[in-house]
């Protein structure tokens, strides 16, 4: 879950295969793709921006997620089992 959430705000996987892409040719332009990358990157958002509800306060993965700096809402309870039955 945690890498899931991590690559929704951030994937590191875009910027190095954009990176391999310009220097697999010249790999010795590396340090200067780089800094062209760098100075053209786009916005990009913090953990925080994205609020987590329906952990458990206190639970290994709200504590961890906190650690990393996402918005963890603790105080709406989602109960999708009862809204499914609802439903029905």
Known sequence: LIPRLV????????????LLSRVRHH????ASEFDRLRRSYPERREFSSLALAGLASGSVLAQQLASY????DLDLDLDLDNEERDGD
């Open 27 to 30: 790999p010795a332009a590396i």
């Open 69 to 72: 700096g996402f918005d963890l």
């Open 7 to 18: 690559r929704l705000v951030y994937d590191v996987r875009r910027d190095h295969d954009a």
